[in-house]
C-alpha cells in the first residue's frame, strides 16, 4: 500500500531510503528485523511489517521530501559529485550540471535536459545556475524519468497483457532501452533465470543496470554501452588499416562523417585543432578508440554550447514566453523520439516535411489554407538561417540542400504559424491545436 502511494504522489523512491525515514520519523514501528534488512541494502518492501497512520504518513513525506527520496549515504554522496563538478562553488552551470548526471549514471543531451529542468521550474532565464538542491531536484526527476520509460518499454513488449515477460521479450525491452553491453547485445546478466519477469523486477533491474555500468560510462566520457557500439562501429570503419588507431588523414574523413558542418567550417577549424590536441594525451597525432570517445565528447559540447547561445538569442528576438518555449520544446522532442541510442553525435532534428504534417493534422487552420503551411515553414528557416549565420557560422543552413530543422528553426516556424493572420487567435491557438494534433 506504501509503494502504491508514494508512486501515486510522484515519490520514486528506493525502498532503503523509505524504510530509512520511518525509522526517523517512527522508529516504534519498524522492527528489528527490517532494520538489518535495511543496513544489509532493500530492493523491495515487500515482506516488511509494519502500520502507519496518516500523522505519520505525513511525516513520513515530508522526511522523503526533504532529501528528495534519497537516502543519507546517498545525500552525502551526491554532495561530493555536486563539489567535483562545481568546482567548488556553490552553484553549477548548465555544462557542469549535464557533466555531473552523466557522471552519476544518467547522460542527458541538452534538449531533454532543458526539459527536465524546465518541468522542474528553476531555469529562471537564460543563465541558470543550480544549486545543489537543484541539482538534486534534478537527478530526482531523471530518476522518476529512468522508471517511466522502463515501464512503458515493459508494457509495450508485453503485448497480450499478461504482466510478464518472456525472456525474447524481456531482452528486447532491455535493448529498447539501451540496456546492452558494448557490442550491442542484451548483457546476458540481467534476463531472468525463470524465464518470466513482472514489471516491478524489471524497473528494479534497469535501475541494477545503471549502477552496473558506471565505471564504463565515466570511462567511456560519459557514453552508454549503446552509445559506444555505435560509435565502435564508426570508428572501425575509418580504421582503414585496422591498427587499432586512426591518424589524421583517417581522422578527417571521420569527422566529416560524424560533423560536416563542424569540419568544414574555417571558424571552428583551429578549436577542432585544439581539442584533438587535448585529447591526444600521448602526442602520438593518432587517436584510439578512447581518445576517438573522448574528443567525441569534447566536440558535442562545444556544438551544445553554440546551440544554446543560439537558442537564447532565438528565444529574445522572437518575445517567446518561457512556458511557449517549454511546450514547443516537448512538442519538438515527441516527434523527434530518440535518436541518441542509434547515432549519438547527432544533432535532434525534425524534416520539413514532418513539421508541415504535424501542422496540417492540427486544427490551427482548419480547412482553409493548407496551401499556406509550405510557405510559413519555409519563411521560419529563412529567418532561422539569417540569425544562425550571426551566431553559429559553421551551422548547416536549414533550408539550402536540406530539410533538416533543429529546434531553434523549429521555433522560427512556430512562431510564423502563431502570428499567422489566417488564425483568429494566433498565438494561443496555434500551440494548443499544435498539441492537439
Known amino acids: ?84 563538478f562545481s568546482e567548488g562553488s556553490s552553484e553549477m552551470s548548465v555544462w557542469g550540471l549535464s557533466r555531473a548526471l552523466r557522471w552519476v549514471g544518467h547522460p542527458c543531451n541538452l534538449n531533454r535536459l532543458r526539459d527536465v529542468v524546465a518541468d522542474l521550474d528553476i531555469m529562471g532565464g537564460t543563465s541558470a545556475m543550480f544549486d545543489f538542491r ?19 518499454a515493459f508494457r509495450r513488449c508485453d503485448i497480450k497483457q499478461y504482466g510478464v515477460l518472456d525472456r525474447k521479450q524481456q531482452a528486447a525491452a532491455f535493448s529498447a532501452l539501451g540496456c546492452v553491453d ?16 513482472k514489471e516491478d523486477a524489471f524497473v528494479q533491474i534497469v535501475q541494477c543496470y545503471r549502477i552496473d555500468n558506471l565505471e564504463r560510462i565515466r570511462k567511456n566520457a560519459g557514453f552508454t554501452c549503446a552509445e559506444v557500439n555505435c560509435f565502435r562501429q564508426i570508428f572501425s570503419e575509418f580504421d582503414w588499416d585496422g591498427s587499432g588507431d586512426v591518424g589524421r588523414k583517417e581522422l578527417c574523413h571521420l569527422l566529416e562523417f560524424c560533423f560536416p558542418a563542424y569540419a568544414n567550417s574555417p571558424v571552428w577549424r583551429p578549436q577542432l585543432v585544439a581539442l584533438l590536441e587535448e585529447v591526444d594525451t600521448d602526442g602520438s597525432s593518432t587517436l584510439d ?33 518561457a512556458q511557449e518555449v517549454n511546450e514547443f520544446r516537448k512538442l519538438f522532442l515527441g516527434l523527434v523520439g530518440d535518436v541518441g541510442n542509434i ?47 550571426m551566431v553559429c557560422p559553421h551551422r548547416k543552413s536549414q533550408h539550402k540542400g536540406t530539410e533538416e530543422v533543429d529546434f531553434p528553426a523549429f521555433l522560427c516556424i512556430m512562431k510564423k504559424v502563431a502570428d499567422s493572420s489566417l488564425m483568429d487567435s494566433p498565438k494561443q491557438k496555434a500551440k494548443d491545436s499544435c498539441f492537439a494534433g
Request: a negative charge.
Open 343 to 389: 547515432k549519438p553525435y547527432l544533432e535532434e532534428f525534425l524534416g520539413t516535411e514532418q513539421v508541415s504534417n504535424m501542422l496540417m493534422s492540427s486544427r490551427a487552420f482548419g480547412d482553409r489554407a493548407f496551401h499556406m503551411v509550405d510557405s510559413l515553414v519555409i519563411k521560419g528557416l529563412l529567418d532561422a538561417d539569417c540569425r544562425g549565420s
Open 134 to 152: 537543484a541539482f538534486i531536484k534534478v537527478l530526482r526527476r531523471c530518476r522518476g524519468k529512468e522508471r517511466d520509460r522502463a515501464v512503458e
Open 182 to 197: 558494448e557490442s550491442g547485445q542484451t548483457a546476458a546478466w540481467i534476463l531472468h533465470e525463470e524465464d518470466m519477469m
Open 1 to 84: 500500500d506504501l509503494e502504491a502511494m508514494l508512486l501515486k504522489l510522484g515519490y520514486n523512491v528506493p525502498p532503503g531510503a523509505v524504510l530509512e525515514a520511518m525509522v526517523d520519523v517512527a522508529p516504534g514501528v519498524v522492527s528489528q528485523y527490517d532494520n538489518m534488512r535495511l543496513a544489509q541494502g532493500l530492493g523491495s518492501l515487500s515482506g516488511l511489517r509494519f502500520k502507519l497512520g496518516s500523522l505519520e504518513v505525513c511525516d513520513l513525506l515530508t522526511a522523503l521530501r526533504m532529501r528528495e527520496g534519497f537516502s543519507r549515504s546517498e545525500w552525502q554522496g551526491l554532495k561530493q559529485v555536486f563539489d567535483r
Open 289 to 321: 578508440f578512447l581518445e576517438f570517445l573522448h574528443l567525441m565528447r569534447r566536440i558535442v559540447e562545444e556544438r551544445d554550447k553554440d546551440r544554446l547561445k543560439l537558442e537564447r538569442l532565438t528565444i529574445l528576438e522572437l518575445g517567446l514566453e
